[in-house]
């Protein structure tokens, strides 16, 4: 059974940072390009960023570039977002997920980020 | 880059049929066959419901469907259940390898 379980979520202050991780298994993850997506309660799902599978390629939604940093570590089955200069309108849950089919196949629980001073 | 459009809520009564579109521009619907749909319940991660346009991953009812056509594509639940009750969204592929959503369609069986 594929399982995503993302971790690293909390309540930071304006102009802070966090670190999420996505702890990968029951899938090759080597083999799968991953996203990042977030959501505010109640609203709607927002890409946020992709990294291909070994790294190497990486792209970011206009609203976290310059400031979040996706990475990974296919050694420890383990994707990460680096978010520097939050603001209150990162705040959200922010999922994992996997490319494959053309879209979003598996997802994490999610993890709640709220940015307030 | 602009969400991709979906009506905001639909409804139907059990064993009817609806419709949710999802529209996009030629830079994304319209020229990839990569529109995906996803469930998601309150408080739930999302669920691929329908990827490439029209294909059910495993374990996905066949009441589910998709359709494509220029920068539209919509899904279609047949012979509605209370279960079905949920949010909605697509997503399609662009052309920049990144993913863009719809903001979503409440589904309410009545």
Redesign the interface.
Known sequence: EVQLVESGGGVVQPGGSLRLSCAASGLTFSNY?M?W?RQVPG?????VS?I?NDGR?T?Y?DSVKGRFTISRENAKNTLYLHMNSLRAEDTAVY?CAT?S??????????TLVTVSS | QS?LTQPASVSGSPGQSITISCTGTSSDVGV?????W?QQYPG?????MI??VN?R?SGVPDRFSGFKSGNTASLTISGLQAEDEADY?C?S?TG?????????TKLTVL
């Open positions: 390009w996203h997506v609203k709607g799902l927002v890409w992709r291909d390629s792209s939604a999922y490319q089919r053309g879209g979003a196949q598996y997802w994490g629980q999610g | 969400a990839y066959n990569y529109v995906s996803y739930k991660a999302p669920k691929l990827y490439e294909n991953p969204f997503s592929y920049t390898s990144t993913l863009i959503f719809g903001g979503g």
